[in-house]
Structures are given as C-alpha cells and as structure tokens.
T-cell receptor, first 115, second 113 residues
C-alpha cells in the first residue's frame, strides 16, 4: 500500500546509455514531480505535471524527458547518460498545484550511478 | 526567486539534549515555510509547515518551528532529542499559492547516546 513508489531503487549503467525510472502514486493526487538530489544532498525540482500536463520545467537538459500516461504515473526517461547525471532521483505527488496546503509525498528515491 | 540557507551541515547532539536547526530564507514575495525530514534510504516526509496564523507551529513528535518575518528565519527546535531523530532535515519555502518547493542544503542531525 505504498503511496508513492519508484522503480528501480538502484540503477547502475554506463555513459551513453538510455534509461527510464518509473513512478506511480495511489493517493489520487493531481500533481506529480521529479526532484534530483545530488551528492551533497541538495534537492532541486526538475519537472512538475498537473493532471498529465507539464507545468514546471526547470533548466534541465533535453536528454531528460518526463512522460505522464495518466495522472497516477510520471516516468522519467534519460537519453545519453553522463557521469554528472549520477544522483538520487525522487518522485513526489501532491494535490492540485495551485495550492501549497497539500504537502508533497515523496517516493524512496532511485539511486542512479553512471560509470 | 526564493532561496534557503541552512548554515549547519551537521549538528551532533547527545540524547535528551535540546537542539536547534537553523533556517533562513530570502524571497521578494510571501512564502510558505516547511521542514522535511529524510531518514536513511527513504524519501522526504513533511515534518511541519507554516502557512499563516500563529507563528509557532508544532509537529506530532515534539519538534516546533517559529516563523520570524523580520529575521526571515524558520528555525526548528526540539527540547529533548531521541536517537531515532537522527536524520537529514531540510528547510523549504514555496511562494504562497504555488506548489514549487525550494529546498535548503539540509542539516544532518546526529544524536548519540
């Protein structure tokens, strides 16, 4: 009955490969997010989708492409992986994006290591 | 734009001692303020939030934070910590009415016996 689940938990791959991370939430939330946490624990928002529509797209390389097939899922596809992409990627969800009253619920993260 | 500063990257403390984790923010607009906690190998969990009203907010596990507008601070305190409080604590802000969290760099609270 996990609220926000991400797969895989660990991902080790070589430079140049393409990989995807999947995220699903069963909270009935309208908004989903991807955050990146670097090696210094700094968390930065990458994308936000509200009801399958992209609403936040921070300065992220085009190699990163989010896809939301429905409002319960937000996947992250990364092309041509680089060493600097190594990080922990967190998916999160909340109620409608237009209010801060709804806390974010985070998944447990996907640790991506690019060698 | 908003920014959050957590000056202490790590705070070691003995069990049952009081602790304060500092958070200062900068913003040209009104903000909501949050503290999130991250236990090892887990995602972040909301600890407490300030939206409006009383400047002192409390969590269910004994933490409290006070919003100080003049000092643009939102420090987190607990009068007596437990071993289980060992975790990474993140302060965050969001422009009012908009769900876009900006996080600080985190403070690692290390509680030892």
């Amino acid at each position: 009955d996990t609220a926000v689940s991400q797969t895989p938990k660990y991902l080790v791959t070589q430079m140049g490969n393409d990989k995807s991370i999947k995220c699903e939430q069963n909270l009935g939330h309208d908004t989903m997010y991807w955050y990146k946490q670097d090696s210094k624990k700094f968390l930065k928002i990458m994308f936000s989708y509200n009801n399958k529509e992209l609403i936040i797209n921070e300065t992220v390389p085009n190699r990163f492409s989010p896809k939301s097939p429905d409002k319960a899922h937000l996947n992250l596809h990364i092309n041509s992986l680089e060493l600097g992409d190594s990080a922990v990627y967190f998916c999160a969800s909340s109620q409608a994006a237009g209010t801060a009253y709804s806390p974010l619920h985070f998944g447990n993260g996907t640790r991506l290591t690019v060698t | 734009a908003q920014s959050v500063t957590q000056l202490d990257s790590q705070v070691p403390v003995f069990e049952e001692a009081p602790v304060e984790l500092r958070c200062n923010y900068s913003s040209s607009v009104s903000v909501y303020l949050f503290w999130y906690v991250q236990y090892p190998n887990q995602g972040l969990q909301l600890l407490l939030k300030y939206l409006s009203g009383s400047t002192l907010v409390e969590s269910i596990n004994g933490f409290e934070a006070e919003f100080n507008k003049s000092q643009t601070s939102f420090h987190l305190r607990k009068p007596s910590v437990h071993i289980s409080d060992t975790a990474e604590y993140f302060c965050a802000v969001s422009p009012t009415g908009f769900q876009k969290l900006v996080f600080g760099t985190g403070t690692r609270l290390l509680v030892s016996p």
